[in-house]
């Protein structure tokens, strides 16, 4: 009797769990499909579940269009350089917050700690007069240039934890052997952090590569567009007919990196999340 | 600064390595020099210098990028500054937060709509999460690829391009949404009935808080006289003001992923033993939820409450993406900082949004104090 209704209740689990995700993926199929069709299946007023002949015109065209393909590198561009520039600048500060001692360091992390109270939005408008004066309005670099700065304190924070458990007695050999603190932190903390690393490199990947309200605000011609950007303007409010096969192929090759990066470091992610609370 | 942008970008990271490498040195050697007038050890000069070294590039982005802007914000919102300005800018007081708070109605309604979001919208996604995390947690095979599935939104709902298939699918006439809808509640007219008393209800809620936006209830009076929705109605998710918030909400629920794992950690913590006593004691599992789980949950609820709050201010993509120039229904729709940015950037007016910037941030650190203040009295950490 009582396995009877442990089976029945393992079932009814499954049928939740099953209907629970064909809800959450759907968007993601629906997304697919749809770019697989044409115009009039698109925004024909039966369902069209999955087209009776498939069509890939939608992505002939974009991989054809050049703005998209510049669009497409521009987006690989700015995120490759600014995640290689973040990363080592928060992998540095974390090294000094975790593993040297000097004066200054606990007021220091403290005041780190509450900048994450500000919201990011409350800046925006004295950064934009900030870049508007040194004339980078209109490139790339205000997207790029500030994570350079150790940006992103939760990062910072995530990085710091994980070199803390790290034995003192490591680099206090090291140091015996002659080494350096830049050597140490080279040669010995950052390969033992790779995991953790590797945490942040994909958030920051995800922020970036999602990221609209500053390429919105600063790259203001069509040649500089990153893919958020240039994808939403190819949905406009005053078309009577809206190209969405075009716009969900576009959709589609702006979600596949996201979705491959999603799926090698979906472990690295999920614990993340819950060591940071932060979102994706 | 060479025309190509790439090249522009190329040589300005170098620059700004450069620059970076520069005053870090500079700053850990002051600091050496501090610690040395002072007869610190050798070791003790070593470690402060490689310590401000080492930090030194959150320490000068903080300056940069966070400290003088934030200063100069709070100069800027007392002013009626434009970024058109080649004058200094005049000196007004108050004036920009008095006409913020008391005449401005588009701020209004960011403050409306965010209490939509806060009262219907969160309890929704907070529950949809932990009833996730609960089945998540019941251990059993591949839990990880249904975990996959919850948090994938997450990762690419924020996506402007991911957010159109939204868009597709909410048409009002032709959306796979109202389709199925549609073909639902024609099959079976028990389901029609339900889905219209749900229309209705839904579109009173809707009016009575567009009323308080408006000051007046014409548009509830209107509804109501309307009576039960005729039997073809179907939502009219991004059309009309009175469904506006709607498809927010949704977007809400479906990015809860994170809140899910947050609790899957808060469900992880609690004693196994605890559960298998109370099941020896013939608790039954829904006892056992309500008396054991839900309490040493607390405190993950009330972090993914204060978190979801501040985020429902911040709300930006969603609307940008579904509505953006659509007149009736960005008022009827939009969080805190969207205005923010709508009002600096069709005009230009710094202090003005200035003003906006602080007003939000003051309510955000209202939150977090709160949160810091109540979590000791209702939420329960003490019980292991």
Redesign the interface.
């Known amino acids: 009797m009582k396995r009877n209704w442990q089976i029945v209740k393992?079932i009814v689990?499954?049928i939740?769990?099953t209907a629970?995700?064909i809800m959450?993926?759907f968007?993601?199929f629906?997304?697919i499909s749809?770019s697989l069709k044409t115009i009039s299946e698109?925004?024909?007023?039966?369902?069209v579940w999955i087209p009776a002949q498939p069509s890939l015109q939608a992505y002939l065209d974009l991989l054809q269009n050049p703005t998209f393909l510049r669009v497409y590198f521009n987006s690989v561009?700015?995120t490759t350089?600014a995640i290689v520039?973040t990363l080592i600048?928060i992998a540095?500060?974390a090294?000094?917050?975790s593993r040297?001692?000097?004066?200054?360091?606990d007021i220091?992390f403290f005041?780190?700690l509450s900048?994450m109270?500000?919201?990011p939005?409350?800046?925006?408008?004295?950064?934009?007069?900030?870049f508007?004066k040194i004339?980078w309005v209109g490139?790339?670099?205000p997207i790029?240039?500030?994570g350079?700065?150790?940006?992103g304190a939760s990062m910072?924070f995530l990085l710091r934890q994980s070199m803390s458990q790290i034995p003192k007695e490591l680099d206090e050999s090291a140091f015996v052997d002659g080494a350096s603190?830049f050597q140490i932190?080279w040669n010995i903390i950052l390969p033992l952090v790779r995991a953790p690393l590797a945490t942040v490199s994909t958030f920051l990947f995800?922020g970036l590569?999602?990221n609209?309200?500053g390429p919105?605000?600063y790259l203001q011609s069509v040649?500089?567009y990153t893919?958020?950007?240039y994808?939403?303007t190819?949905?406009n409010?005053n078309q009577t007919v809206?190209p969405?096969p075009t716009?969900?192929a576009?959709?589609v090759l702006?979600?596949v990196p996201?979705?491959i990066v999603?799926f090698f470091a979906?472990r690295y992610?999920?614990e993340g999340?819950?060591v940071t609370?932060?979102?994706? | 600064m060479p025309d190509n942008p790439y090249i522009n970008l190329l040589v300005t990271a170098a620059l700004t390595v450069l620059f970076i490498i520069g005053t870090s040195y500079g700053l850990g050697a002051l600091a050496r020099a501090i610690v040395r007038a002072r007869g610190g050890t050798p070791k003790h000069q070593q470690n402060t210098f490689a310590g401000y070294f080492f930090a030194a590039p959150w320490i000068i982005g903080f300056l940069i990028f966070v400290a003088v802007p934030l200063g100069l914000s709070l100069y800027w919102s007392f002013t009626d500054y434009r970024v058109t300005f080649t004058h200094a800018p005049n000196w007004v007081g108050l004036e920009n937060y008095i006409h913020l708070i008391t005449k401005d109605s588009g701020f209004r309604a960011s403050i409306v709509n965010t209490l939509y979001y806060t009262i219907i919208g969160l309890p929704l996604q907070m529950g949809v999460a932990l009833l996730l995390a609960v089945l998540l947690n019941q251990k059993m095979k591949g839990e990880r690829v249904f975990r996959m599935a919850f948090y994938l939104p997450v990762v690419l709902g924020f996506n402007a391009a991911v957010l159109l298939v939204w868009r597709l699918m909410l048409n009002t006439g032709t959306g796979i949404i109202n389709q199925i809808i549609r073909s639902i509640s024609t099959s079976v007219p028990a389901i029609g009935y339900v889905v219209r008393a749900e229309i209705y209800v839904h579109e009173v809620i809707n009016a009575f808080f567009l009323g308080i936006t408006n000051g007046n209830f014409n548009l509830l009076h209107k509804v109501i006289e309307t009576g039960f929705p005729a039997a073809n109605r179907v939502p009219l998710w991004v059309q009309s003001p009175l469904w506006s918030k709607m498809p927010i909400v949704l977007l809400m629920v479906w990015g809860c992923g994170t809140m899910m794992l947050i609790f899957l950690a808060g469900l992880n913590n609690i004693p196994r033993e605890l559960q298998e006593a109370a099941e020896v004691d013939g608790a039954s599992s829904w006892q056992r939820f309500w008396k054991i789980s839900f309490p040493l949950l607390s405190p993950y609820i009330f972090y993914n409450l204060i978190v979801g709050l501040i985020s429902t201010l911040q709300i930006f993509e969603p609307i940008y993406v579904l509505y953006r120039d659509n007149q009736p229904l960005v008022p009827s729709a939009i969080s805190m900082v969207y205005y923010l940015w709508q009002k600096t950037f069709s005009h230009f007016e710094i202090g003005y949004g200035s003003a906006i910037s602080w007003v939000i941030m003051i309510i955000i650190l209202i939150i977090t104090l709160i949160q810091f203040r109540l979590q000791n009295r209702w939420v329960t950490y003490d019980i292991y």
């Open positions: 393992s689990l499954y939740l769990l629970a995700t959450m993926c968007p993601l629906w997304m749809s698109t925004n024909s007023p039966g369902i561009f700015t350089l520039g600048s540095a500060v090294y000094a917050f040297v001692e000097w004066p200054g360091r220091v005041v780190m900048t109270m500000i919201p939005q409350a800046l925006i408008v004295p950064q934009y007069v900030l508007n004339n490139t790339f670099n790029v240039i500030p350079y700065f150790a940006g910072v603190h932190w995800v590569w999602n609209l309200l919105l605000m040649g500089l893919l958020p950007v994808t939403s190819l949905y409010i809206q969405w716009i969900m576009a959709a702006t979600t996201l979705i999603f979906q992610i999920l999340v819950v609370g932060m979102k994706g």
